[in-house]
């Protein structure tokens, strides 16, 4: 059996209702994740919600409800917002979940066990945000905690270590040897770097638990009830325990067909949990349970949306409520601006008039005259009806070359590290999508360099013949482009779909679009197309009110 295409996002705190940062993480594994099922390829994708730990307790106790009911409300928010916004996964991760809990308790058993965890006490700075102590190697050249650790206060305490140190040189080598090989750990490139200074850095073990005098909202150590386990320990096993794989087996070639036939895992994560808890605890607690080099998860880094150039945050009241914009201007509108306006790995500056314009001129305008304006030409000219042209096969005009070339950097920006594309880095939807906008531009003056209004008129054979071919090759690139929008716009696509009368009803719904289909004459000889509807109503009369929404905690 090929093995399945394993997709992972970060999972969301529940400590408060999701933002636009949260929407764009999910759409864009959403996005590669069709992109792959277009592809035919078997996927899982997980995604899912982080609900232990300190944060939540607190923000529990602020609401003045017990965390469980707290998580179950906001947990409810997440999971109707991808509802919204059409993010279609396949396993959904709760951190309350028991076979999760039982995986990371039996992790940790091992791990003990094996004498990788043991008890010790600290005294030191702490930081609230991170939930863990500092060392002297996390200050600034003027001996202060950079922002990235939030709040840092002194403590004392008896807790639990994993000896993280231990396996720095591995993760070092690791990382080297991935890049050599051409499969890089962390994509882009910048952010390999920024880990790898990172790991060298590494000098102490890492704290794992919390006693629960002071936290009991988490999964208790097997191995001593006064405490929980650490949140990370908790929430990166989640990217193992939801695909099944069982911590009882303690080699990892033994572990069930359906877990290893998914893992490794492409890791979508923000730029924010690279370092330390993506890119050094979570592949080092990997290798420490076994899991071989081969083994390890590739982690792509996105960036951040940004508000005027500031970061979002509660505590400024500029947060972007997704359920407001996609209320206002539709799911598709804003799954459209999230993966147009930003390049994966680099930071946005969040826009509404942007995502305005964009929709109005790429998606009204453009895509959305263009069906209309074929679909009602074949019907003026043709009563619906379309003709394949009898030209040679060799017979290519600019035409097609612009459009095949659209087809080929729209698959460049999704597949990137295909090995027909060597010295490109994967997943720039932005790519995919300014390629087929072009392919949509370049329909639209072909209309206009063709015109179609003209030959309609001309009673000459020639003509007849031009006007049957124009027609023919207009029908079957919407009917491309259809499939080439798929995974931004899956409503769209499949109202493209519809309105050509492209019906397939034989085959089940997901075959209905298959990247293979994506290529010439693949609409039968006199094939009757259906009657336009608007696709994309242009958006007039914008009113800013109400798209920030100060998320309390
Ligand atoms: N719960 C942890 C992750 C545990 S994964 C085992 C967490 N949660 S979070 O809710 O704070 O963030 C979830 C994801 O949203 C992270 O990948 C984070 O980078 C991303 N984003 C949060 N704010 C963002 C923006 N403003 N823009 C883009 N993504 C951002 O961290």
């Known amino acids: 059996m090929p093995k399945t295409f394993f997709i992972t996002t970060a999972i969301d705190y529940t400590n408060s209702p999701p933002h636009i940062g949260h929407a764009y993480e999910k759409v864009l594994a959403d996005v590669i994740a069709r992109y792959h099922r277009l592809k035919g390829k078997r996927v899982f994708f997980l995604t899912g919600v982080d609900q232990h730990g300190q944060k939540v307790q607190q923000s529990a106790a602020k609401a003045d409800m017990p965390p469980a009911e707290f998580v179950k409300d906001i947990t409810q928010e997440f999971v109707d917002l991808w509802k919204k916004l059409d993010v279609q996964y396949d396993e959904w991760a709760e951190t309350t979940d028991e076979r999760h809990q039982r995986v990371v308790q039996g992790i940790l058993r091992r791990l003990f066990d094996d004498g990788q965890i043991y008890k010790d006490k600290q005294e030191g700075y702490y930081s609230v945000r ?13 001996g202060e905690f950079g922002l990235e650790w939030g709040e840092v206060e002194f403590r004392e305490e008896e807790n639990y270590y994993f000896r993280l140190s231990d396996h720095k040189q591995w993760l070092l080598d690791l990382i080297d040897k991935r890049t050599k090989e051409g499969k890089p750990l962390v994509i882009p490139d910048f952010r390999q770097v920024e880990l790898r200074n990172a790991v060298e850095k590494i000098g102490g073990d890492l704290c794992i638990s919390r006693p629960k ?25 989640n990217y193992i325990s939801f695909a099944g794989y069982d911590s009882e087996i303690e080699k990892y070639d033994r572990e069930p067909q359906e877990f290893r036939d998914r893992w490794p895992a492409l890791q979508i994560i923000g730029k924010d949990i690279l370092v330390p808890a993506h890119g050094i605890y979570w592949l080092i607690m990997l290798h420490a349970i076994g899991f071989p080099d081969e083994a390890m998860p590739q982690l792509l880094v996105h960036g951040w949306w940004n508000l005027s150039g500031a970061k979002m945050s509660k505590s400024a009241g500029n ?6 914009l996609a209320e206002k201007y539709g799911a598709e509108a804003l799954r459209y601006y999230l993966m147009s306006d930003i390049a994966t790995g680099q930071d946005a500056d969040f826009s509404e008039e942007r995502l305005v314009e964009r929709y109005n001129s790429e998606l009204a305008n453009d895509l959305g005259n263009l069906l209309n304006r074929v679909l009602a030409m074949i019907n003026k000219y043709r009563s619906g009806k379309i003709t394949l042209p009898k030209r040679r096969p060799m017979e290519i005009s600019a035409f097609h070359v612009l459009i095949q070339q659209g087809i080929d950097s729209y698959c460049q920006g999704l597949d990137g590290d295909a090995p027909e594309y060597p010295n490109i880095e994967p997943f720039h939807v932005e790519d995919a999508i300014r390629a087929t906008s072009l392919i949509t531009v370049h329909c639209n003056r072909f209309i ?26 207009l029908a079957d690139v919407t009917r491309i482009l259809a499939i080439l929008i798929l995974p931004v716009l899956p409503k769209a696509a499949h109202r493209i779909f519809d309105q050509l009368n492209w019906k397939m009803e034989l085959s089940e719904e997901e075959k209905r679009f298959s990247l293979a289909d994506a290529e010439w004459r693949r609409l039968p000889d006199g094939h009757v197309v259906g009657k336009p509807v608007p696709l994309f109503p242009r958006i007039e009369d914008v009113n800013k009110s109400d798209v920030t929404r100060v998320i309390t905690e």
Not at 130 to 142: S, V
Not at 319 to 324: E, G, K, L, S
């Open 213 to 237: 005098s002071r936290l009991d909202w988490g999964i208790e150590l097997p191995f001593d009830k006064d405490f929980v386990t650490y949140v990370w320990f908790d929430a990166l096993t």
């Open 319 to 324: 947060i972007i409520d997704p359920f407001v």
């Open 448 to 473: 206009d360099d063709s015109a179609p209004w003209k030959l309609a008129k001309s009673k000459s054979e020639k003509d007849v013949l031009k006007l049957d071919a124009a027609l023919y090759d």
């Open 130 to 142: 991170q939930e863990q102590f500092l060392t002297d190697k996390e200050r600034g050249p003027a």
